[in-house]
């Protein structure tokens, strides 16, 4: 486990109190991350194992990273979906690229895949 995960799991743990879920995030890569790709949109408690089985950034070409998340945005989240971020541009009439992305919105998931 590197240096910086580590501080990040430790904040975490203070203060998951107000804070008390991590969610991950992959980075961006071309090639996704084979440790936790799998695991897109992963929300789980600050104190599940997933977090010191598979840290971020621990294995080649993983720019994964964990946000944590409150009790009110979990809520928000779980009824609600994710952002997807990897959605097709909107084009206009010309087929020219517009700068804009469709907004769709996926489900959590909140069972690790390992």
């Known amino acids: 486990m590197n240096e910086y995960y580590e501080r990040k799991l430790k904040q975490a ?18 090639k996704p991350c084979a440790v936790h790709a799998k695991n897109r949109n992963l929300v789980l408690p600050v104190d599940h194992s997933y977090w010191l089985d598979f840290p971020m950034r621990d ?12 009790k009110h945005e979990y809520q928000k989240l779980k009824n609600e979906g994710i952002r997807e971020q ?3 541009p909107i084009l206009n009439e010309n087929g020219k690229f517009t700068g ?5 919105f996926v489900p959590i998931n909140e069972t690790p895949v390992e």
């Open 13 to 30: 743990k203070r203060t998951k109190s107000t804070m008390p879920y991590l969610g991950i995030h992959l980075g961006p890569t071309l």
């Open 59 to 70: 294995s080649e070409g993983c720019k994964c990273s964990i946000r944590q998340i409150s």
């Open 100 to 104: 804009h992305k469709e907004v769709v």
């Open 86 to 88: 990897l959605t097709a």
